[in-house]
C-alpha cells in the first residue's frame, strides 16, 4: 500500500517552488492534491507540468482573504469529499535591504501574505477539520527568522516567519482536545524564484550569498521528497519535518573544502 493511501492534500501557492514540488511528490506516493496560485494561469500551467489527470486539481485563490481560502476549501471538499492535509505553504519574500529602503507596500504585502495567508488557512482548515469526524492536519510552512535567527536587510520577512512559528506553536495548543494535529514544516535553503528574488537588482550581493546556498542550500527535487515522507509518516501533533537540521548543517560546513557544489546550476542534485 502506498505511503499517500489516497490521502487528499491543499496546498497553498501550490504552482510553483516548493509548493509544486510538494504536490509532485505527494502525487507520487498516491495523494490527491490540491493547489492555488494567484492567477487562472499559473494553476493550468502547473496542473498541466504536474500531468496527475483527476488525482490533482486547482482554483486561483488569494490567501490574504479568507473568504477565496474558503473557496479554496470549498473546492477540494466539492472534488474530492473531504480533506486530510492543509498545508500552507504560500509565501512571498521582499529584496535583502535595510527595513528602511523597504517600501511599506512591500512589507504589507510580505505580512499579508506570509503571516495572514497562513493564518486565514488554519482557520479555515481548522474549522473545516474539526467537522470530520476524521479530523486531519495542518501545516505551516517556516523559513528564515522561524527559530530566531537575525540577519540585516531580512526583517520583514524574518518577522513574518518568526509570527508563523508562534502562530503554529499556539494551534498546537489549542488544537489538543481536537481532531486535528498541528505541524512544523521547515524546508532550510532551497533554489527557488522566491531566493532569487531576495537579491533582485544586487547581483553582487548574490553572487557573495551563493557561498553560503551552494554550502547549506538544496533544490526543490532533494528537499520536497523528504518533506513529503515526513508529512505523510507524522503521527503527533506538534511534529516538525526539518530538512536543515543543525547536525546537517555542520556537516556541511566541515566537507565544504572537499565538496564543491552548485545548487543553481542546470540538472545540480
Known amino acids: 500500500m502506498s505511503a499517500?493511501?489516497?490521502?487528499?492534500?491543499?496546498?497553498?501557492?501550490g504552482t510553483r517552488g516548493i509548493g509544486l514540488g510538494l504536490a509532485r511528490e505527494l502525487l507520487?506516493?498516491?495523494?490527491?492534491v490540491v493547489i492555488c496560485g494567484r492567477s487562472e494561469a499559473a494553476v493550468t500551467k502547473a496542473l498541466g507540468e504536474l500531468d496527475a489527470g483527476i488525482k490533482a486539481t486547482g482554483?486561483?485563490?488569494d490567501v490574504t482573504s479568507r473568504e477565496s481560502v474558503q473557496a479554496l476549501w470549498d473546492?477540494?471538499?466539492?472534488?474530492?469529499?473531504?480533506?486530510?492535509i492543509w498545508i500552507n505553504n504560500a509565501?512571498?519574500?521582499?529584496?535583502?535591504?535595510?527595513?528602511?529602503e523597504?517600501?511599506?507596500?512591500?512589507v504589507a504585502s510580505v505580512v499579508a501574505t506570509n503571516l495572514f495567508g497562513a493564518t486565514n488557512g488554519s482557520v479555515v482548515a481548522m474549522a473545516g477539520l474539526?467537522?470530520?469526524?476524521?479530523?486531519?492536519?495542518i501545516w505551516n510552512m517556516e523559513g528564515f527568522g522561524s527559530t530566531g535567527q537575525v540577519q540585516p536587510g531580512m526583517a520583514a520577512y524574518g518577522a513574518s516567519k518568526r509570527a508563523v512559528t508562534y502562530l503554529t506553536e499556539t494551534l498546537v495548543k489549542e488544537a489538543k482536545d481536537t481532531n486535528?494535529?498541528?505541524?512544523?514544516?521547515s524546508p532550510g535553503i532551497v533554489a527557488t524564484d522566491l531566493l532569487m528574488d531576495d537579491y533582485d537588482g544586487q547581483p553582487e550581493a548574490m553572487e557573495k550569498a551563493k557561498k553560503i546556498f551552494n554550502i547549506l542550500g538544496d533544490r526543490v527535487e532533494t528537499v520536497t521528497p523528504y518533506l513529503a515522507d515526513g508529512v505523510l509518516a507524522a503521527t503527533k501533533s506538534g511534529s516538525r519535518v526539518a530538512w536543515l537540521t543543525k547536525a546537517k548543517a555542520m556537516g556541511r560546513f566541515a566537507t565544504a573544502g572537499f565538496k564543491k557544489r552548485d545548487i543553481f546550476a542546470e540538472g545540480a542534485a
Do not use: E, M, N
Not at 523597504?102 to 512591500?106: A, K, M, R
Open 4 to 13: 499517500g493511501q489516497g490521502r487528499v492534500v491543499v496546498i497553498t501557492g
Open 28 to 32: 507520487a506516493r498516491d495523494c490527491r
Open 59 to 61: 482554483i486561483p485563490a
Open 75 to 84: 473546492h477540494a471538499v466539492a472534488t474530492y469529499g473531504h480533506v486530510d
Open 91 to 100: 509565501g512571498i519574500s521582499a529584496p535583502r535591504r535595510p527595513l528602511t
Open 102 to 106: 523597504v517600501s511599506q507596500d512591500t
Open 130 to 137: 474539526q467537522q470530520q469526524a476524521a479530523g486531519g492536519w
Open 180 to 185: 486535528v494535529k498541528v505541524g512544523f514544516l
